[in-house]
């Protein structure tokens, strides 16, 4: 596609279900990173991959949320019995080269909102 | 931990230079980023420095001091459409060489 795609846009839920936000990156993009953005705040790391390989969780705020990107194209993240503090857009970002090459330029998708009622 | 420091809010004139700076405190570094927010948007990215040093692309221009643990971008000849969120992003935090952790951003606000 011509930019990263991420589904759904706007996600409501009620507490305790469990979501899939969906990233589909750049056609050719080795890399891709997932974000969590509060209003008015920075992107949050959350996780990055490397062709299919997870490189690094560490900003995965617990064991309810986890990602996956199988054939090393489209990423999932998932939240498991999501709580009222989940709420917040999560970004998708994903990059040519690996760590976005020498530059370093990452490009984001729009975002999916998620609510957690 | 991470912290990287940048001005909540900057207001600046049409026509008008600004500077937007931050400061980063990181247990590793590999470069800094500069990203650009409007509101509703996705961040969009603007420019990226990995040696200490001036970077110049059009109207924006990014400088870097790694022995200051400083860097800060320039927008010249400020436009209506500049008004927006500016993030900077040091890549390598945590020792990791491909982690990119954001600053909390800096709302300009371009007036005429």
């Known amino acids: 596609g011509a930019g990263v795609s991420q589904s759904p846009r706007y996600k409501v839920t009620k507490r305790g279900q469990d979501v899939a936000l969906r990233c589909d990156p750049i056609?050719?993009?080795?890399?891709l990173y997932w974000y969590r953005q509060a209003l008015g705040q920075g992107p949050e790391f959350l996780t990055y991959f490397n062709y299919e390989a997870q490189q690094d969780k560490s900003g995965l705020p617990n064991d309810r949320f986890s990602a996956e990107r199988p054939e090393g194209s489209i990423s999932t993240l998932t939240i498991q019995r999501t709580e009222q503090r989940d709420s917040a857009m999560y970004r998708c970002?994903?990059?040519?080269?690996?760590?976005?090459?020498?530059?370093?330029?990452?490009?984001f998708g729009e975002g999916s909102r998620l609510t957690v009622l | 931990g991470q912290s990287l420091e940048q001005p909540s809010e900057v207001t600046a004139v049409e026509g008008a230079i600004v500077q937007i700076n931050c400061t980063y405190q990181?247990?590793?570094?590999?470069?800094l980023s500069w990203y650009q927010q409007h509101d509703g948007g996705a961040p969009t990215f603007l420019s990226y420095?990995?040696?200490?040093g001036l970077e110049e692309t059009g109207r924006f221009s990014s400088f870097l001091s790694r022995s200051d643990s400083y860097g800060y971008l320039l927008l010249q000849e400020l436009q209506m459409k500049d008004s927006a969120s500016y993030f900077c992003a040091v890549r390598g935090t945590g020792g990791s060489y491909q982690k990119v952790t954001f600053g909390t951003g800096t709302k300009l606000q371009v007036i005429p």
């Open positions: 056609s050719g993009h080795v890399s």
């Open positions: 970002a994903s990059s040519l080269e690996l760590a976005g090459g020498p530059t370093g330029e990452l490009f």
């Open positions: 420095n990995g040696l200490d």
């Open positions: 990181t247990s590793g570094f590999y470069g």
